[in-house]
């Protein structure tokens, strides 16, 4: 008896908790806590109640939803939720030679900063760079704010790379994938913490599946498909 193939698959197992939030956030959030519980010992009742509702903002922007991954194989899925803020052809850049497809995606502090793995492959590099803390939606952002790149090989010998970049409030990179390691699409491999933005760098010949304003989200939303 046939039997249709699944359209989307787990890259992970699913949690078992109701609101799950990132691991790195849980120091943040403790911190914030346990001020509130000073300000509130204190009488300072006023300060307690803004320190209540900046650990609930911390909750909420540390949150971590599982995700379903379309099964397709030449798709190129996104590595962050937020706003596409560039598509387009560059000559050169600095991860990969030759000519590639870029796309680049602005998270604020109001979208899940959890990043995934955009597509199947192993990790070649990682390759840190210190830099400045400019407005992560202007173009100039991927190249001189602090950012970490990693570059993917596919199972076809296609090399892609994605590229996390601090922001102007983003002040802190977490990368917890390591070279060799082997990626599985939609698989959580990093965060930024407080606004940011990552870049995709794609072969020329990447069909393009999105656009500059559309709204993407990390580990479903389908950017390009690989010839």
Known sequence: MNQSVNPFLRAEP?????????????????????????????????????GLLVT?????????PDRMTPNQPDAV??????????????KENPFIDGPCLKIGIFMNIFNVHVNRIPFSGQIKDIRYFPGKFYNAGKEEAS??????????????QQTICFVQVAGLIARRIICFIQKEDAAICGQRFGLICFGSRVDVY??????????????????????????
């Open 14 to 50: 699913q949690n078992m908790t109701a609101y799950p939030i990132a691991k790195a956030g849980w120091p943040f959030i403790g911190a914030s806590a346990f001020t509130t519980f000073v300000f509130a010992l204190s009488g300072l009742t006023y300060f307690a109640i803004a």
């Open 56 to 64: 609930f903002f911390i909750c909420y922007f540390f949150r971590d």
């Open 77 to 90: 899925i996104s590595p962050a939720d937020g706003r596409v803020v560039f598509t387009g052809v560059v």
């Open 143 to 156: 190249t001189v704010n602090e950012h970490n790149a990693v570059i993917l090989e596919t199972s076809k």
């Open 202 to 227: 794609l072969p020329a010949d990447t069909t393009l599946n999105v656009v500059k304003g559309d709204k993407v989200k990390a580990g479903s939303t389908i950017i390009g498909h690989l010839a």
